[in-house]
């Protein structure tokens, strides 16, 4: 086989290979949480302890996820204003978003596939379809549902889920 051959021959079998590598791209699977020292809050008593080296607006969502991670679910609740007394998918992403400066008025599920930047952020990925929104905070998972026997509302989870179907979205600078 002459070089000029090989040359074709790999010429060809790289767009293969890219398209490949895209099909196991973390938007088309599953949401995993994989703890990193220094980058990944961890779950404590149905809380998230963020870690030390977050910045102030990760801090802040993280807080506000613990603030509202007992409350119960509602269609629609966190819609009409960020305090509410229960929370559905989009509610619970609007107030962790508006707590880290990066929302000003609640918003519904749909809405987040436009929201922010394209992709995952560095802190933050909001995962977003029609029907159903939820967001990735540290390296954990906040969500109102999805395999988790006590999904009555927000909680923080790091079990496993699909994400096929989701636009990652993310805050500018986080």
Avoid: Q
Wanted: net charge positive; glycine share 12%.
């Amino acid at each position: 086989m002459t070089w000029m051959t090989r040359f074709f021959l790999n010429l060809l079998l790289l767009p293969l290979c890219l398209l490949l590598c895209h099909c196991g791209s973390r938007a088309g699977s599953r949401w995993e949480y994989e703890y990193v020292p220094g980058k990944t809050a961890v779950i404590i008593g149905g809380r998230a302890v963020p870690p030390a080296n977050a910045p102030a607006a990760v801090m802040r969502a993280i807080s506000a996820g613990n603030r509202i991670c007992t409350k119960p679910y509602r269609r629609g609740g966190g819609h009409a204003r960020f305090e509410d007394s229960a929370y559905d998918c989009s509610g619970t992403v609007s107030y962790v978003l508006h707590a880290a400066g990066k929302l000003d008025s609640p918003t519904v599920s749909g809405a987040f596939r436009n929201f922010g930047r394209s992709g995952a952020g560095k802190w933050i990925t909001v995962y977003a379809r029609k029907g159903h929104v939820f967001v990735e905070v540290a390296g954990l998972r906040l969500d109102t549902g999805y395999s988790d026997a006590d999904s009555d509302g927000p909680r923080w989870s790091s079990r496993s889920r699909p994400t096929k179907g989701y636009t990652l979205r993310h805050p500018s600078g986080l």
